[in-house]
């Protein structure tokens, strides 16, 4: 496929995307590195890497939470600069390689962290693998908000589902229970309103709270 370099857009995957696909990729990658996949701790370290990326963003989900560091990282390399490039990805590939910390939790963290690359590559907004150059590579198939956007998380859920044995609907339970766990409700409000008004809390939350269900720029 193609790779074209583009100038940086405004689109990027939900936050709560990135969570779905975090955890998906682990379902997945788990079993090929020898690990469980469907083991709690590594979805929810999954989860934690899918998110981490924009940590270079102060407003963004993580970095809303994580404040002075966050404002820091943004002012000495700017949003989508170095966590979001090909230095990134080499740091990630030497951390599975040579970090001292234990497999269980340094491989979904790494998983997760990769997958939000890969899902932001297929946006406008891209990623700037070449930096400190300014150019954004992008495959932008999906847009922010558009119909596509949960039809590719959708299938992701399904395609780890099937690989690791689990039905696409397993998937989703038992994604929803370890995001209920780990993360605040005002990231998914429907771990406090139960099933039948999940989808209108979250509608809900996203019209209040603009910036928790969609900044993973």
Known sequence: ????????????????????LGAAAWLIVAPKLGLPP???AGLVLAVAGALLPDVDHPKSWVGQRLGGLSIALSKAFGHRGVTHSLLAIIACGWAMQHSRLPRTIIDPLVTGYLSHLAADLLTPA??????????????????????????????????????????????LVGLRQTACIVLPKDFFPFCASGHGHGSRAVTADRVHHGSAGRESI
Do not use: N
């Open 1 to 20: 496929m193609m790779v074209s370099v583009c100038r940086h857009g405004r689109f990027a995957m939900m936050a709560g995307s990135h969570v779905a």
């Open 38 to 40: 469907a083991d709690a």
């Open 126 to 171: 891209g990623l700037r693998l070449g930096w400190p150059l300014k150019g954004t590579w992008a495959l932008p198939l999906c847009r922010t908000g558009s119909a596509f956007e949960p039809l590719i998380v959708a299938l992701a859920l399904w395609g780890a589902g099937s690989a690791t044995g689990v039905s696409p609907a397993s998937s």
